[in-house]
């Protein structure tokens, strides 16, 4: 196997869980297309987290076929063309659990690192 | 998914790409960096668009379709690019699969064939079994089962009348009951020319029991089977078609069987063709008939000593076999023990036995099974040796495109992802070759047939149906994966900076090279060690073979014409028989071409026997005298060169006069008058008002019923009625006689039924049939393995030669003579073959006496047949090598060492 792909693979499991709830955290402001998500969540992350497209994609189709997005072809701002995805009901309430999964994890993990008093 | 909708969202993703890059490619523009560098720059921080796309394409779950699909275009793409490998691999999985199909439609259709009939488990036939066997005084059972006889229990399966309706009367286990009786001859007129057909009596209840409808018309019914019925028949279906070709109006009609009228009532349906195996007739008439038909070997209806019914029963519901198996053993204990005339004593213990249909009317099956199962040994040798050399072939393939397989596993490829795509091209070829083994299988069973090698085996229809279908499939698709697997997980097993190298072509990486040799030659060793079994196999046959024609039969077959008459039915009897035998015998004798003319009740080794066992005179009464019997005419032992030894032959006054006399053969002699000279003695004068036989001569011993038993007391007497075979010792080619003797008949009386011709040497080649078979199929096997494995041995040495051409070069341009080079390929390639032929012989030593009973005068280790194939096998290799050996010679030092 080449050792390109496995990295690819590697990187869609570190964000797979936390990859889904920021698309659609994105998609809650309104509907974007894979470009435009992408760009968000460089911007609001401060240029810290770089979305791999070879990630972005497949979470992009793979929340597709779980029907919490659903896709629409508009044209953008600029004339362009583009794939625009929404958020339909049932992601908002996965985008609800998702979001109290994070928080419960990072208090977790801050409480793990808190030093002890 | 249908392949529409793929196409649009494939469009849609790379349209999403395109998108995705633009808007990235704008947005850098707009920040103020150069068309050019804005597009690039984009194109990089999107990263490998291909994988992107994969990775998406996977996460819509039909991912392997899409590939199923590229591999299979790939693949073809591949084998049409090498259309040599691809010939050979084709051709050699199509003769392997095509043998295959053959003989398993000889076995789909001979032996697993269920019975057409409803519900067949619950179908029982019956057959008694006794220790001193039943005192029938005629016996008869059309081969519709088959019993082995042991020396203390004899058993069978036909039963008397009487017996029968007793057993109909009782309907306690079974629900109904039926009996029916093998093959009448019968002339049938009335319809067209005048024609020989077969019938089957059966009883009235016999399509009922069955379940078997009609397709026209209606079956025989209980009340066609009375006394006073009108004749009726029920043709079969083939019969119908090829006799009356299908005609509905057929039913209906009148036709003479036997002069008698009857009614065709209906045609049974098509799949239904006989009960038995093997035993088909052409149409079903009611049991009752047998009065008017008068059949040699019926008894009466108040005959309990003739057995000649075969009886099936359906078992009542809820009845088990065990417990109706008692309850009518029962009840045969009660007739045969408590009858007028006992056939059995307490002490030897009569009972009856039921036995499924299925398996207990085989009819001519058995005669096929072991022969059949032998033969699809060989044939699954043969493509285990097909299989094994694809698997040479794609290794020595797979070596070559190591380059290929590097490049695409260094752009990314999954190595299973390679692995599936080797195996699709694999199954590819197994399928393509199955497709044409089918096509293979079809034509060599048509040839066989019109070859008439299939014989007898084609009475059971052998055609190719589902059965074989599924075979052939699993057997392609096997075939396809088998040799695929090695080749694929090797072939990926790449170490890529050396296969990359721009001389990785011919030098591929060293270790994966040494391991495809060692399996190479595993393989060609194996192949050579198969093929080297089912030849010794099939020369075993052969030679058992040529034993059995060598065999002397003890009078001369050569130049002998037999002539089946019947002028029985023609009311011919006693005196007025004799004197048109008589008359015949005379003007056939003056034909040109003809040296002399006898008749006899039966022919020599016609397969079937008339066996009588006396008490003897002057000796003990418990010592019986078993012997064959043959009645004969004039000038029989004459014609058929069988010498006298002592005494006389019949002479025309034998023939008439009341003093009944008879020759023995030598075998008799010794057997049972070792110590006295037999001539003039008496056979059976047991009774007072029948003064029994008095031996007048001994002739020399020849065999009687079959060519391979052993020579057993016979006793000669004249004949005096019935119907007879005419034997014509010719000068010629005895079949050039047939309208001599066709044309002399008719004068005499042009009302007497056809005549049936054969000559000793067909006879005794039909009694033959089963060596025959096998031993040619067995050794046009032998020779397809053969083939196959040189194939084998010639691809490795070649591709070994091609491998070292750079050695071979600089040997040569250090000094290596050419015949060096030709020591050292014919070597390598003659060591491995020894090699084979040695594993081959020792396994072959170890499985032949596995078919000891196939073999007659030859031993299972016959030293001449082993010592034979080694001898061959090493020849045949021998040239196998020399090809690739000559190629090696012809290297020329400095293309060679230019080449790299």
Not at chain 2, 65 to 73: A, G, P, S, T
Not at chain 2, 96 to 116: D, E, K, R
């Amino acid at each position: 196997m080449g050792e390109k792909r496995e990295r690819y693979q590697n990187r869609i499991e570190l964000l797979q869980g936390t990859l889904d709830l920021l698309i659609l955290q994105t998609l809650q402001w309104g509907p974007q297309h894979g470009y435009g998500i992408s760009v968000a969540i460089r911007n609001r992350s401060g240029e810290l987290l770089q979305v791999d497209t070879g990630s972005l994609y497949p979470a992009l189709h793979r929340l597709e076929k779980q029907k919490w997005i659903k896709a629409e072809w508009r044209i953008s701002d600029n004339k362009q063309r583009a794939k625009f995805y929404q958020l339909t009901a049932a992601g908002k309430k996965q985008l609800t659990r998702e979001r109290s999964k994070w928080s419960q994890l990072s208090d977790a993990i801050a409480g793990v690192l808190q030093p002890e008093e | 998914m249908s392949l529409w909708r793929r196409k649009k969202r494939e469009a849609e993703l790379d349209e999403e790409v395109r998108s995705h890059l633009e808007m990235a490619a704008r947005e850098r523009r707009e920040r103020g960096e150069k068309e050019e560098e804005a597009k690039r720059a984009a194109r990089r921080e999107f990263g490998n668009m291909g994988l992107v796309k994969e990775a998406t394409r996977d996460v819509w779950g039909w991912r392997w379709l899409r590939d199923f699909v590229e591999d299979i275009r790939y693949g073809l793409r591949m084998l049409r690019k090498n259309p040599g490998f691809t010939g050979v691999v084709v051709l050699t999985l199509a003769l392997g699969i095509g043998a295959n199909t053959a003989i398993f439609s000889l076995i789909s259709n001979v032996l697993l064939h269920p019975l057409p009939v409803r519900d067949a488990d619950r179908l029982v036939v019956l057959k008694w079994s006794a220790h001193g066997g039943l005192g029938y005084h005629g016996y008869s059972d059309f081969g519709f089962c088959h019993i082995d006889q042991t020396e203390t229990e004899q058993a069978g399966c036909s039963f008397s009348y009487p017996f029968f309706s007793q057993l109909r009367s009782q309907p306690k286990v079974f629900s109904s009951v039926t009996a029916f009786a093998g093959n009448v001859g019968i002339h049938l007129t009335g319809y067209g020319a005048p024609s020989k057909a077969s019938g089957a009596l059966v009883s009235g209840e016999y399509f009922q029991t069955l379940g078997v409808a009609a397709a026209v018309g209606r079956t025989i019914q209980p009340a066609d089977d009375t006394t006073h019925s009108e004749p009726v028949a029920v043709l079969n279906y083939g019969y119908w078609q090829s006799a009356f070709g299908g005609d509905r109006a057929a039913v209906g009609r009148t036709i003479y069987l036997d002069g008698i009228p009857f009614t065709i009532v209906g045609v049974a349906e098509p799949n239904f063709t006989s009960l038995s195996p093997g035993n088909i007739q052409d149409m079903w008439i009611p049991l009752e008939l047998y009065t008017r038909l008068k059949p040699v070997w019926s008894g009466g209806p108040d005959d309990p000593g003739n057995g000649w019914l075969t009886i099936v029963g359906r078992l009542q519901a809820g009845i088990r076999v065990t417990q109706a198996q008692t309850a009518v053993s029962l009840f045969f204990r009660n007739e045969i023990l408590q009858g007028a005339k006992p056939l059995s004593k307490e002490g030897d213990d009569p009972r009856i036995i039921l036995t499924r249909v299925q398996e207990g009317l085989v009819g001519s099956r058995w005669v096929y099974e072991r022969p059949l199962y032998l033969l699809m040994v060989a044939v699954a040798i043969v493509l285990l040796i097909a299989c094994s050399n694809v698997a040479g072939l794609m290794l020595a393939r797979g070596a070559t495109r190591q380059k290929e397989m590097a490049v695409r596993l260094a752009l990314g490829a999954g190595r299973s992802r390679i692995v599936r795509q080797v195996l699709t091209e694999s199954v590819l070829l197994s399928v393509v070759g199955g497709a044409l083994g089918v096509l293979f299988a079809y034509w060599s069973l048509t040839a066989l047939r019109s070859a008439n090698w299939l014989g007898p085996v084609d009475d059971f229809a052998v055609n190719p149906d589902g059965r074989v279908l599924v075979f052939t499939v699993i057997v392609s698709l096997m075939t396809g994966i088998l040799p695929g697997w090695a080749p694929a997980i090797r072939g990926t097993r790449v170490n890529l900076t050396p296969a990359l190298k721009e001389n990785a072509p011919t030098i591929p990486g060293v270790a994966p090279r040494h391991r495809w040799f060692s399996f190479g030659r595993t393989l060609v060793v194996t192949q050579v060690a198969l093929s080297t079994l089912v030849l010794i196999g099939a020369g075993l046959l052969v030679r058992t073979l040529v034993n059995l024609k060598g065999i002397d039969p003890g009078f001369d077959a050569n130049n002998l014409l037999l002539v089946g008459i019947d002028p029985t039915d023609k009311g011919y009897k006693d005196a007025q028989l004799r004197s048109l035998y008589r008359q015949l015998q005379s003007q056939l004798s003056l034909l040109r071409g003809v040296v002399s003319v006898t008749y006899s009740s039966d022919t020599l080794l016609s397969g079937s026997s008339w066996v009588r066992s006396l008490a003897p005179q002057g000796q003990d009464k418990d010592v019986e005298m078993k012997m064959n019997m043959l009645s004969v005419g004039p000038r029989f032992f004459d014609t058929m060169r069988i010498p006298v030894v002592v005494g006389r032959a019949f002479i025309p006054s034998d023939y008439d006069s009341t003093h009944k006399v008879t020759v023995i053969n030598q075998a008799f002699a010794r057997r049972y008058f070792e110590h006295q000279n037999p001539l003039g003695l008496y056979l059976d004068k047991s009774d007072a008002k029948d003064s029994g036989e008095e031996i007048i001569g001994i002739v020399a011993d020849a065999k009687y019923d079959d060519l391979k038993k052993n020579i057993e007391p016979t006793a000669y007497v004249p004949l005096r009625g019935g119907r007879a075979h005419f034997e014509l010792r010719t000068v010629m080619n005895p079949e050039t006689l047939i309208p001599a003797v066709q044309s002399v008949v008719s004068e005499l009386d042009s009302r007497l039924p056809r005549l049936e011709f054969r000559t000793e040497v067909a006879q005794i080649d039909l009694s033959l049939f089963r060596e025959h078979l096998v031993a040619r199929l067995s050794s046009f096997f032998g020779l397809l393995a053969l083939i196959l494995a040189c194939v084998g041995l010639y691809g490795l040495l070649s591709y070994e030669v091609a491998r070292r051409t750079r050695e071979i070069g600089i040997r040569t341009a250090l000094g290596a003579q050419q015949r060096h080079v030709l020591r050292m390929v014919v070597g390598q390639g003659l060591a491995l073959a020894v090699l084979g032929a040695a594993l081959g012989i020792a396994v072959a030593a170890g499985v032949t006496r596995y078919i000891h009973s196939f073999l007659y005068g030859v031993r299972p280790s016959d030293p001449a047949t082993f010592a034979g194939v080694a001898m061959l096998l090493t020849l045949v290799s021998l040239a196998a090598c020399y090809l690739p050996a000559r190629r090696a010679m012809q290297v020329d030092p400095m293309v060679a060492l230019r080449y790299e």
